[in-house]
């Protein structure tokens, strides 16, 4: 008889949220409708809003240029999104955002090659080649000695940029 007391109890157990803990996840969930309206439309509609009224709030802040109008609009998001499920919308926004540190990584790496075959010049070259099998040698020395040839006579880095934009097209291949 005692243990089926103790169970009831526990059962009953109410959980006690604090005002500061409730106002810091309704400013959380309004920073996050905040970061979603700054998104770009293709990277908008990759997050999952299924809520019509939601997405025609963050649709319409979109729009509005004044600032008190913004903020009262991003206060009534903020609103909303304590009535929805938001645990798809954080884990996409958050997918999106470590796409976007993947791709900074790759953009330096991109940018370390290219300095690195302009320093070093044809012993670079044959890494490349090991890194990048489709890559075109004669293409690579030609870029690498015309970069150099820039470097060398004070000339804006032409060549540069065209050996980083052939590094990208040979790593998204």
Wanted: overall charge neutral; charged content about 35%; proline content about 2%.
């Amino acid at each position: 008889m005692n243990d089926k007391n103790n169970v009831d109890d526990d059962a009953e157990e109410i959980i006690y949220v604090s005002r500061s803990e409730m106002k810091r996840d309704m400013l959380e969930l309004q920073a996050l409708g905040e970061a979603i309206v700054k998104l770009s439309k293709g990277q908008l509609d990759t997050i999952p809003i299924d809520d019509e009224t939601l997405a025609e709030a963050i649709n319409t802040a979109r729009r509005i240029k004044h600032r008190e109008g913004l903020r009262r609009q991003m206060q009534y998001i903020g609103k909303l999104m304590r009535k929805v499920d938001t645990e798809a919308i954080a884990a996409a926004y958050k997918k999106l955002q470590d796409g976007r540190k993947e791709e900074a990584r790759e953009f330096h790496k991109l940018e370390q090659w290219r300095d690195h075959l302009i320093e070093s010049g044809h012993q670079s070259i044959e890494e490349v080649m090991e890194r990048f099998a489709n890559a075109d040698r004669q293409y690579l020395r030609q870029l690498v000695m015309q970069a150099n040839k820039e470097i060398k006579n004070n000339k804006p880095p032409a060549a540069s940029r065209k050996l980083f934009r052939y590094l990208r097209e040979l790593s998204d291949i």
